[in-house]
């Protein structure tokens, strides 16, 4: 029986997964006695996630890795009620877990523009503290980008899934000639020779271990991804065709190619609550035995030429909407009218 395993991607990048900040709330204002006025409240320190950030580009803009807040506005006889200290804002990657010197969570930021205070402001003088201003709240904190593989292996129990990432990965996952050999997910990394790495997850979704043709076990992945998340559909795929060192694999491999060019006509062999909605559409399909190290070279390659495919389209379609955003900011700017106090000169005419 020939075995399969789909490969699903996520784009990768330089970047570094942990980070130790300093951070300090502003101090609170001077308040007034005489007058019973306030000072104004210290600024605060906020974590907020940015889709486009990585933790190495805020390490390198800001090499001390410190954040402090602006300090509250001292109250004054034009204004007994001190305005607030500037807050400080930390741009972080969205997938980051925020956590103080002792190890306790503060908190999680999972999307984008998520915030998360992490050091207070100090309160303005007021009455209650005889009018003399509180200090703000210093804190180090630890940023913890939570990692997520580049590429996640998935497959029925004893497709090969662990054979297949000792052979192109470093990783040493239990291997053995049963099912749910491996009970928690496996991670690897794929070394290049330009350098560039590759994190690489298996990971299985379903219990059922029952004889299944190759073409089957694709349609019955395909449905579990869907419900699974359906959103998996949408990324981009590879199919590892694994065993190909077996009697008749040659055959089989041959009898898949034809059903996967008309899979249509192939639905009728399952229960109507088996058939997904769509099936998964692979960019290529590679047949390969991890145990004799057959296509395990091409499966590699095809990988990373898959990786940096997507990697240039998200790029492009970023850029874009970059671009699409500045022409629409300038067309606003330009209709504008102009102000009735505004002073024309005719060295700013434009004809």
Not at 65 to 71: L, N, P, T
Not at 205 to 215: D, G, N
Not at 267 to 286: A, D, G, S, Y
Request: hydrophobic letters at 35%.
């Amino acid at each position: 029986m020939v075995r399969c395993s789909c490969v699903l991607f996520r784009k990768y990048g330089n970047f570094i997964d942990n980070l130790r900040l300093f951070t300090k709330g502003g101090s609170g204002g001077m308040g007034y006695p005489r007058l019973g006025g306030e000072g104004g409240k210290g600024g605060d320190v906020w974590v907020v996630a940015h889709n486009r950030m990585t933790l190495k580009q805020l390490k390198d803009k800001y090499p001390q890795k410190r954040f402090v807040a602006g300090e509250g506005a001292n109250s004054r006889v034009s204004a007994l009620k001190g305005s607030k200290g500037k807050d400080c804002e930390i741009p972080v990657p969205v997938g980051v877990s925020v956590t103080d010197e002792n190890g306790k969570i503060i908190g999680e930021l999972n999307k984008e523009k998520d915030r998360l205070l992490v050091a207070e402001g100090g309160l303005g003088g007021k009455l209650l503290t005889n009018f003399l201003p509180l200090k703000g709240q210093k804190r180090v904190i630890h940023l913890d980008l939570k990692l997520i593989a580049d590429i996640g292996l998935v497959g029925f129990p004893n497709a090969g899934k662990s054979s297949l990432l000792s052979k192109i990965s470093h990783a040493k996952p239990a291997i053995a000639d049963y099912a749910f050999t491996t009970i928690k997910p496996e991670l690897g990394k794929i070394m290049y020779s330009d350098f560039k790495q590759v994190d690489i997850s298996g990971f299985q979704l379903s219990s059922q271990t029952h004889y299944r043709t190759a073409f089957e076990t694709i349609i019955l992945l395909s449905k579990e991804l869907e419900l699974y998340k359906e959103e998996l559909h949408t990324k981009p795929a590879l199919l590892a065709v694994n065993k190909m060192d077996l009697p008749d694999a040659q055959g089989k491999f041959h009898v898949l190619m034809n059903q996967l060019q008309n899979p249509k006509e192939f639905l009728h062999l399952f229960e109507k609550n088996m058939i997904p909605e769509r099936t998964v559409e692979f960019q290529h399909i590679i047949p390969i035995s991890a145990i004799t190290g057959e296509g395990i070279d091409e499966l590699k390659n095809c990988i990373r030429k898959s990786l940096d495919e997507h990697t240039n389209q998200e790029n492009d379609a970023y850029h874009k909407k970059q671009l699409l955003n500045l022409h629409i900011s300038n067309t606003v700017s330009y209709s504008e009218p102009p102000s009735k106090n505004a002073v024309s000169s005719p060295r700013m005419d434009i004809t």
